[in-house]
């Protein structure tokens, strides 16, 4: 399931929002081999890239889910309901692993030092977990938060840093 994507994009940031997408339908549908596929898919692109637009998105999520803004709470609730709502249909869940894509979101853990320590398919596969957790709490399709995320990374690449 690809989408409709800017055409100034480029093929990388295109490839990223695929993939993030396919990953995304494949969580919310409890769907366990397209969703090992579009992980390994996302695997095969530029890490760092991938989870920057993952962390926009979740970021982007907890602040229109708890518009008054969010606690620590909030974001225990997210952790835990994304857990029980994979536990089920993922093998080798790693509660921690949901954990580290949720600080590492929003800035409280290095992502690379939790990626590297978890390892890139489970850090990536827990991120569309907890992504598609936290879309389905918002009823809303994952669409505009993909070109939101890769949108602020382009506005923020072209920033000169003085």
């Known amino acids: ?83 029980r709502a994979a536990a089920t249909w993922v093998p080798g869940l790693d509660a921690s692993a949901l954990a580290a894509v949720l600080t590492g979101s929003l800035g409280l853990t290095e992502m690379s030092d939790d990626a590297q320590r978890i390892g890139p398919a489970d850090y990536l596969r827990s991120a569309v977990l907890v992504m598609a957790d936290l879309l389905t709490v918002a009823d809303t399709s994952p669409a505009s938060y993909v070109r939101a995320a890769i949108g602020e990374i382009a506005r923020a690449e072209t920033v000169e840093m003085p």
């Open 1 to 83: 399931m690809t989408g409709t994507w800017p055409t100034e994009w480029p093929r990388t940031a295109r490839l990223i929002a695929d993939a993030t997408n396919d990953a995304i339908a494949a969580a919310r549908a409890a769907e366990r081999e397209p969703l090992t596929e579009a992980v390994d898919a996302l695997t095969g692109l530029p890490f760092e890239q991938v989870t920057l637009v993952h962390a926009g998105i979740v970021r982007a999520l907890l602040e229109d889910l708890h518009p008054d803004g969010f606690s620590g709470d909030d974001v225990q609730d997210a952790l835990t309901r994304a857990a």
